[in-house]
C-alpha cells in the first residue's frame, strides 16, 4: 500500500500567520491527493479533492499544490477555527491510504 | 442538506459480533459508493470498506476482510457494517462516508459522526 507521510507532526502558529503542511507518498499518486481536517470531537471534513480543488465552501485561504509525490496544503492566514488536526488521503492505488495527520495548534 | 447517522456501536467481548448501521439521507444514495472509515481511539483515520454503487463490489482492508462485511440498501438509503470476530484492535470510531464516485476510488465528501465500537473483556 501506498504510505504518505505529513510532516511536520505538528505545526505552532499565530492567527494570522502562513500555513504550509506537506504529504509526500512513497510512490506516486498522480494528482489523486485530497485534505481533510478535523476537530477535536468532530468528523472529518474534505477540504481540498485532486490536490488543488476546494470542496464545496471550503474558503479561498486554503489552497493545495503539487504533483506526484510532494503535495502541499497552504493556509494563507490562519484564522481561529483553522486550528485542527490536517490529514491526506491517495485513492491513485489501492487500497484507499492516509497520512498520519499534521496538527495546527496555536502557539 | 446530506446527512449522515450511525447506529449500532457499543462495547463487545473479544470474539464476538456488532452489526453498525448508517441511514442517510440528502443525496441520491444509489448512485454513489460508501465506505467505512475507522479512527483508534488517539489516532489517525484508516479506511475500513467500501462498497460500490450499486453494490456489486466490496472492497476490505486486509485486517478485516473475512470479518466484516459490508452491505447497502438502496431502497431504504442505508448502508451497514456487520463486524465478526471481533478484536481489541478493532476498537474505534467507525465513520460512515459518502463516496463521490461509483467505485472504490472515492473522496469521502461527507461523513456522519461515527458509531463508537469498543473491544473489550
Known amino acids: 500500500e501506498i504510505v504518505l507521510t505529513q510532516s511536520p507532526a505538528t505545526l505552532s502558529l499565530s492567527p494570522g500567520e502562513r500555513a504550509t503542511l506537506s504529504c509526500r507518498a512513497g510512490?506516486?499518486?498522480?494528482?489523486?491527493l485530497a485534505w481533510y481536517q478535523q476537530k477535536p470531537g468532530r468528523a472529518p471534513r474534505l477540504l481540498m479533492y485532486?490536490?488543488?480543488k476546494r470542496a464545496t465552501g471550503i474558503p479561498a485561504r486554503f489552497s493545495g499544490s503539487g504533483s506526484g509525490t510532494d503535495f502541499t496544503l497552504t493556509i494563507s492566514s490562519l484564522e481561529p477555527e483553522d486550528f485542527a488536526v490536517y490529514y491526506c488521503?491517495?485513492?491513485?492505488?489501492?487500497?484507499?491510504?492516509f497520512g498520519q495527520g499534521t496538527k495546527v495548534e496555536i502557539k | 442538506e446530506v446527512q449522515l447517522l450511525e447506529s449500532g456501536g457499543g462495547l463487545v467481548q473479544p470474539g464476538g459480533s456488532l452489526r453498525l448501521s448508517c441511514a442517510t439521507s440528502g443525496f441520491a444514495f444509489g448512485s454513489y459508493a460508501m465506505s467505512w472509515v475507522r479512527q483508534a481511539p488517539g489516532k489517525g483515520l484508516e479506511w475500513v470498506s467500501t462498497?460500490?454503487?450499486?453494490?456489486?463490489?466490496?472492497y476490505y482492508t486486509d485486517s478485516v476482510k473475512g470479518r466484516f462485511t459490508i452491505s447497502r440498501d438502496n431502497l431504504n438509503n442505508t448502508l451497514f457494517l456487520k463486524m465478526d470476530s471481533l478484536r481489541a484492535e478493532d476498537t474505534a470510531l467507525y465513520y460512515c462516508?459518502?463516496?463521490?464516485?461509483?467505485?472504490?476510488?472515492?473522496?469521502?465528501?461527507?461523513w456522519g459522526q461515527g458509531a463508537p465500537v469498543t473491544v473489550s473483556s
Open positions: 462498497i460500490s454503487s450499486p453494490g456489486g463490489l466490496t
Open positions: 485532486d490536490t488543488s
Open positions: 462516508a459518502k463516496g463521490d464516485t461509483t467505485g472504490w476510488r472515492n473522496w469521502f465528501d461527507h
Open positions: 488521503q491517495q485513492r491513485n492505488h489501492w487500497p484507499p491510504t
Open positions: 510512490q506516486s499518486v498522480s494528482g489523486y
